[in-house]
């Protein structure tokens, strides 16, 4: 069966003392009271190596949030999988929107980030989503669907390693939420397409997680939707408190 997983992405926020403060404050608390789903924080790559001793390894994961699409050479300033693989972070996110509209990452460019990855152990948190005026002209659905080139073309037991995430980008941190209806159906459309591609066992056991100001007030009726396998999140994830009540949606 499918996992049910909450992670955090904490993009550029909190220097490497603050951080490792959050990392520190989240081990206890979820030590303390332990989550009924898998929980993950995807952190600046510069927290990784500091991060992934202090948390429990059974109870958190860690991820970075973006990785090189080579796999090491003359790329100043890039940090490849593997280097990322060596700090003992076990996830990436890639393809977040904010990555595909500042940084200009493409579907071939996000095709390469996944297979090397893939080929370090890493496991991806794949995001897909549409942009507010493709929402209003009704074009989610065709989006999302060329998004997910980039990881359709794996085979079936390396897909199997990649957790999806939906992130409407109309609902990144913008405090305007899709419903529940709203991500149901497209999640279950998601959900339809991995079945097409792979197959129906494939498809039931892929996590397909929510992300666009989720917080603990909205979290349970999201994740309450059959094919909202728990949730992708940004401000919440910054503050203990915050984060472990959307974790808490699950109890
Ligand atoms: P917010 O939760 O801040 O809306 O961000 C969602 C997100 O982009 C997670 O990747």
Redesign the pocket.
């Known amino acids: 069966m499918r996992k049910n997983i909450v992670a955090g992405?904490w993009k550029m926020n909190k220097n490497l003392q603050e951080g490792i403060a959050l990392a520190k404050e989240l081990n206890e608390v979820l030590t303390a009271d332990k989550p009924n789903c898998d929980v993950i924080i995807c952190t600046p790559f510069i927290h990784l190596a500091s991060v992934t001793p202090i948390v429990d390894k059974n109870i958190i994961g860690v991820g970075a949030e973006n990785c090189a699409d080579k796999a090491a050479g003359a790329y100043t300033g890039e940090v490849s999988a593997e280097m990322v693989a060596s700090t003992g972070a076990q996830y990436v996110i890639l393809g977040?929107s904010e990555r595909r509209a500042y940084y200009h990452e493409t579907v071939d460019i996000l095709t390469e980030k996944v297979k090397l990855a893939l080929a370090n152990n890493l496991q991806p948190i794949f995001?897909i989503g549409e942009v507010l005026e493709e929402r209003e002209a009704n074009k989610q659905n065709e989006v999302v669907k060329a998004q997910l080139a980039s990881v359709f073309s794996l085979s079936a037991e390396d897909f199997s390693k990649v957790i999806l995430a939906y992130?409407p980008v109309w609902?990144?941190?913008t405090g305007k939420t899709a419903t529940p209806e709203q991500a149901e159906e497209i999640h279950a459309y998601i959900r339809s397409l991995v079945a097409e591609n792979y197959n129906a066992e494939v498809a039931e056991n892929t996590s397909i997680l929510y992300?666009?100001?989720?917080k603990p007030t909205n979290a349970k009726e999201l994740f309450a939707k059959p094919n909202v396998d728990g949730g992708?999140?940004?401000?919440?994830a910054l503050k203990a408190a915050d984060f472990k009540g959307i974790i808490d949606a699950f109890k």
């Open positions: 992405n977040h995001c992130e609902a990144i941190g992300g666009g100001s989720c992708l999140i940004g401000g919440a």
